[in-house]
């Protein structure tokens, strides 16, 4: 089983930028694809990133493309999350997701873990 714990979230401006890192614990991290989502205050959790067991593919939601970059060291059992030029529309809780079926649903992960806020004022 493989727990998650996410870092790297904070308050900044808008236009900034700022680093997630989703560290894994367990032997497994290698076999499962990985996901970051998000959640605003009053809103559903929605898909932000993935990148597939090996790291070569990587998917976008449209809102984020060109912004952010999802990388994979598995030799770390680390996931990370660049985020550049953010904008308000940005604030959420950031999630770190993985799951054995490649997916953007949120259903289809199958652990989590606790989340890091990111606050981008305007």
């Known amino acids: 089983q493989v727990h998650l714990v996410e870092s790297g979230g904070g308050l900044v401006q808008a236009g900034g930028s700022l680093r997630l890192s989703c560290a894994a614990s367990?032997?497994?991290?290698?076999?499962?694809?990985m996901g970051w989502f998000r959640q605003a205050p009053g809103k559903e959790r929605e898909f932000v990133a993935a990148?597939?067991?090996?790291?070569?593919?990587?998917y976008y939601t449209d809102s984020v493309k060109g912004r952010f970059t999802i990388s994979r060291d598995n030799a770390k059992n680390t996931v990370l999350l660049q985020m550049n030029s953010l904008k308000p529309t940005d604030t959420a809780v950031y999630y770190c997701?993985?799951?054995?079926?490649?997916?953007?649903?949120?259903?289809?992960?199958?652990?989590w873990g606790q989340g890091t806020q990111v606050t981008v004022s305007s």
């Open positions: 367990g032997r497994t991290f290698s076999s499962y694809h």
């Open positions: 997701a993985a799951g054995r079926s490649w997916s953007t649903r949120v259903q289809d992960y199958e652990i």
């Open positions: 990148i597939i067991t090996s790291g070569a593919y990587t």
